[in-house]
């Protein structure tokens, strides 16, 4: 069973930065593709960001490229999502989430991912 949780999440101003983490613990970390997804009030969880097993080819939702980097440490057993020029409408909770792999990988699919965290607390003011 893989655990996941999220923090760094809080209040910052429009413009400003923020750097949300994912611990994980349990499975094999090393092995997993990790998504990054938020749900505003009232909206559908969307997909922000993925980063698959190896690192490379990571992933990104229009809304946010070029402005959010998703990173991951194999040996920390963490993933991070580096958030840069917030604006208001980047405010919601966002959910890590684990994919066990196993062959394609469909980083957009809320489906794809086995595990969730219970989410962190972004609110952006403009």
């Known amino acids: 069973q893989v655990q996941l949780v999220e923090s760094g999440g809080g209040l910052v101003q429009a413009g400003g930065s923020l750097r949300l983490s994912c611990a994980a613990s349990?499975?094999?970390?090393?092995?997993?593709?990790m998504g990054w997804f938020r749900q505003a009030p009232g909206k559908e969880r969307e997909f922000v960001a993925g980063i698959p097993w190896s690192g490379e080819n990571t992933r990104y939702a229009d809304s946010v490229k070029g402005r959010f980097i998703i990173s991951r440490d194999n040996a920390k057993n963490t993933v991070y999502l580096q958030m840069n020029s917030l604006k208001p409408e980047d405010t919601a909770v966002y959910y890590c989430?684990?994919?066990?792999?196993?062959?394609?990988?469909?980083?957009?699919?809320?489906?794809?991912?086995?595990?969730w965290g219970q989410g962190t607390h972004v609110t952006v003011a403009s």
């Open positions: 349990g499975g094999t970390f090393g092995t997993y593709n």
């Open positions: 989430s684990a994919d066990s792999g196993g062959g394609s990988w469909y980083y957009a699919d809320l489906s794809e991912y086995e595990y």
